[in-house]
């Protein structure tokens, strides 16, 4: 693991003095400057990614030939054949790009550092790819996608993973009497389309006092891109579903809309999609919020947005079982699959798994569940299954507070020998020791 710690290059110039430390004072040292993807940022108190997040920023595994997540990718630039297709954007965006841009309160979890991977206070990893609406429609495109991977602070198990894979897609136009013609004909279309197709959509009403037109549209042209997106969006559903789920009259495909909120479009809806007996939230999306492309410079024009994540419907497609999968660089797993083809995934033998647990007590300040996460995750990689917070409680008499945590060891490739997690639970222990002064209990 010391290899991965140079990532971080130690104190180099004396001009530069880590913010850091004041906060935690009996930490190991904190380094002055990040090496991320070729540029040396500096950094400070807002500083936490880890060098594992680091490692992943050069995978893009959207990008890569055979991969599931490049096939999905595939699949759905091919049902918009004719938006631009985006793949390449630098995951490291501003938080004015991921959150300002859009909208977001000053106040809005997601900018906590808790929540989100910043490289410092001016520069982070985006948590999703909307962070980029404002720079695409800068650009003049009026129709595009783009997919990309996206990084959030999150527990650990078989369906989160801190990195993930997102398509965003957004369609813009005029608003004169013929541009929405061609909208209103676009929509005719597709609805003559699906009418052909073995799909049952639950609806919710495009506007509603709870999900309203934004105050500069007009309400029936808000109505006009509604209907569009939802037409485009179950038209999508059911290319990525549709053959798939083996969808017959009997037994149609089963998609549904919900209500939902998003700073940056009004209205703004999620959708699910029925598989294997489970509800599915598939993605957000909604009319683009007028303010997001006053900010590009686009004048006279509105439109809708969408945002859907990769791993969940790759998952169900494919039937791969843990989101660690998706990392893998093993042949068993890499070799089953061809780009352009969904097949099913055949699990290789799965190795035994083995927890350990500790049980510390917290600094006075507190620790946060992800600051474990992320440590636990930085010590171990992928040889962690899952991490849970299994006890908590406070000292009555000291008011202290501890907590208990069960790391489950399991790789996906081998068996791990007892010693090797036992060495690992001991950098755990060590680790958070001086990274977070903690006492094991
Ligand atoms: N960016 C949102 C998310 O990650 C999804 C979204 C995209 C919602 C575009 C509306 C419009 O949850």
């Given at each position: 693991m010391a290899t991965k710690?140079?990532?971080?290059?130690?104190v180099r110039s004396s001009a530069w003095r880590p913010l850091l430390r004041r906060h935690t004072s009996t930490a190991a040292p904190t380094p002055s400057e990040i090496p991320v993807l070729g540029t040396v940022y500096p950094a400070d108190a807002y500083t936490n990614i880890t060098p594992t997040i680091a490692a992943k920023l050069t995978r893009r595994l959207h990008a890569q030939d055979g991969h599931p997540i490049a096939t999905l990718r595939g699949l759905i630039e091919s049902h918009f054949p004719d938006y631009a297709h985006l793949s390449s954007l630098s995951p490291i965006v501003t938080p004015h790009q991921n959150f300002d841009s859009l909208s977001f309160p000053a106040d809005h979890p997601g900018r906590a550092k808790t929540d989100s991977y910043y490289i410092n206070k001016d520069y982070m990893l985006r948590t999703h790819t909307s962070a980029h609406e404002v720079d695409v429609f800068t650009s003049g495109s009026e129709r595009w996608l783009l997919t990309a991977d996206v990084y959030r602070r999150d527990e650990i198990d078989a369906s989160h993973y801190p990195v993930f894979h997102q398509t965003e897609g957004a369609k813009i136009f005029q608003t004169d009497a013929a541009s929405l013609e061609a909208v209103e004909e676009d929509s005719r279309r597709l609805e003559r389309e699906l009418a052909q197709s073995n799909i049952v959509i639950e609806d919710v009403p495009h506007l509603s006092s709870t999900n309203p037109a934004q105050s500069v549209h007009n309400p029936r042209h808000s109505e006009i891109a509604a209907k569009n997106l939802k037409l485009s969006l179950n038209s999508l559903m059911y290319t990525l579903f549709g053959g798939v789920a083996g969808a017959t009259k009997e037994d149609p495909l089963r998609v549904r809309w919900i209500e939902a909120?998003?700073?940056?479009?009004?209205?703004s809806y999620e959708v699910e999609v029925f598989f294997r007996g489970k509800w599915l939230e598939i993605l957000g999306c909604g009319v683009v919020a007028q303010p997001t492309l006053d900010r590009s410079n686009v004048v006279n024009k509105m439109g809708w947005a969408?945002?859907?994540g990769l791993e969940r419907i790759a998952m169900v497609l494919y039937s791969i079982p843990d989101i660690r999968l998706f990392?893998?660089?093993?042949?068993r797993f890499l070799s089953q699959f061809s780009q352009g083809k969904i097949n099913?995934?055949?699990?290789?033998?799965?190795?035994?798994a083995s927890y350990?647990?500790?049980?510390?007590?917290?600094?006075s300040d507190g620790l946060h569940d992800n600051d474990v996460y992320?440590?636990?995750?930085?010590?171990?990689?992928?040889?962690?299954?899952?991490?849970?917070?299994?006890d908590r409680f406070t000292h009555p008499k000291t008011e202290r507070q501890s907590m208990t945590v069960r790391t489950n060891f399991r790789s996906m490739d081998r068996s791990l020998v007892k010693d090797e997690v036992n060495e690992l639970q001991a950098q755990v222990q060590s680790r958070l020791k001086e990274q977070f002064r903690v006492e094991i209990r």
């Open positions: 710690v140079l990532q971080f290059s130690r909120f998003f700073p940056f479009t009004s209205p969408f945002g859907l990392w893998s660089e093993d042949e099913t995934f055949k699990p290789y033998s799965k190795y035994p350990r647990d500790v049980s510390l007590w917290l600094p992320d440590l636990v995750r930085d010590v171990a990689g992928d040889l962690v299954e899952d991490v849970a917070i299994i």
